[in-house]
């Protein structure tokens, strides 16, 4: 982290609580008040390790379920006939023969 103030001056007439609005929403995009909540207390290098590892599992989880739902859309469908690949074709050539007899 670069610097740990931010500054804020208020304009003329401008009310303390607008500008103390102005001031968190500055800490906040610095990300200032999240390092200093993660400063608060120590945490151990493995802990760090093993919550980070646990944050890449769940976000690698969430993205193959979506990625999975689309693939599942994909091999459901075959866009170069136009017809859903879930049914069973031959039962419906079935069906055909026997409506011929």
Do not use: H, W
Not at 17 to 45: A, H, N
Not at 54 to 83: L, T, W
């Amino acid at each position: 982290m670069a610097s740990t103030s931010c500054e804020v001056k208020l304009r003329r007439g401008e009310p303390v609580e607008k500008g103390l609005r102005r001031l968190k929403k500055l800490l906040d995009r610095e990300g200032i008040l999240k390092d200093m909540r993660g400063r608060k207390s120590f945490e151990k290098p493995g802990d760090k390790r093993r919550k980070k590892q646990a944050r890449a599992r769940s976000r690698a989880a969430r993205d193959s379920r979506m990625s999975s739902s689309d693939r599942r859309d994909s091999r459901n469908s075959d866009s170069r006939y136009g017809e859903s690949r879930t049914g069973d074709s031959r039962s419906s050539d079935r069906r055909r023969s026997s409506d011929r007899d």
